[in-house]
């Protein structure tokens, strides 16, 4: 299994441009979630989904869409970047509740706006 | 205040013992997690506890729950230059999305 894989590893954007953030996992989860990593700041939550169809705004959603057409993946949009978007973002997976609920990370996307 | 909330930073001397502490504020967490970020990587879980356990124990890792204050810890015995990583402390509550928050992590910094 590949687990999660995140792409790309870095993207350097002007201001204003749009790009998506790929997220795929072969793990069969259920849910996926996409976090941003400041520095200081830990991890916050933007996006996640409890299946396929289904996405919920987490704590800083502003700026962010996300969709969730199959279970394997999870792309994270931005519609028009800004310099406040510069980030590490992680997506991630887990299985359903009744379980541990442990969360499985991809290696990270460090994007930069200029 | 923050849900879950960690000191920043730890600094330590190889092969003494490292404990990095969590306090969270909802009473009706299930599980706590701790999780180690090594450079430039995602997080990985290191180790977890069920909310009616105390303490529980993996090779090096001890973890301590005090349910009444709400305090979690996590301590690592022997500490080596390997283990320098940021330490993330989470949690899940019953009834949630499941989820997990985080808290801002532990830097933790061994040195020789």
């Known amino acids: 299994n590949a687990g999660v894989t995140q792409t790309p590893k870095f993207q350097v954007l002007k201001t204003g441009q749009s790009m998506t953030l790929q997220c795929a996992q072969d793990m069969n989860h259920e849910y996926m979630s996409w976090y941003r990593q400041d520095p200081g700041m830990g991890l916050r939550l933007i996006h996640y989904s409890v299946g396929a169809g289904i996405t919920d705004q987490g704590e800083v959603p502003n700026g962010y869409n996300v969709s969730r057409s199959t279970t394997e993946d999870f792309p994270l949009r931005l519609l028009s970047a800004a310099p406040s978007q510069t980030s590490v973002y992680f997506c991630?997976?887990?299985?359903?509740?009744?379980?541990?609920?442990?969360?499985?990370f991809g290696p990270g996307t460090r994007l930069t706006v200029l | 205040g923050e849900d879950v909330e960690q000191s920043l930073f730890l600094s330590v001397r190889e092969g003494d013992s490292s404990v990095i502490n969590c306090t969270y504020t909802?009473?009706?967490?299930?599980?706590l997690y701790w999780y180690k970020q090594e450079p430039g990587a995602g997080l990985q879980l290191l180790t977890y506890?069920?909310?009616?356990?105390d303490m529980k124990q993996d090779q090096r890792l001890t973890v301590l729950l005090n349910k009444k204050d709400k305090h979690l810890s996590l301590r690592i015995a022997d500490t080596q230059t390997g283990d320098s990583a940021i330490y993330f402390c989470a949690e899940t509550r019953a009834g949630g999305s499941y989820i997990p928050t985080f808290g801002r992590g532990t830097s933790l910094i061994v040195h020789p």
């Open positions: 506890i069920f909310s009616n356990m």
């Open positions: 909802d009473s009706s967490s299930t599980y």
């Open positions: 991630a997976s887990s299985w359903t509740s009744g379980e541990v609920g442990e969360q499985f």
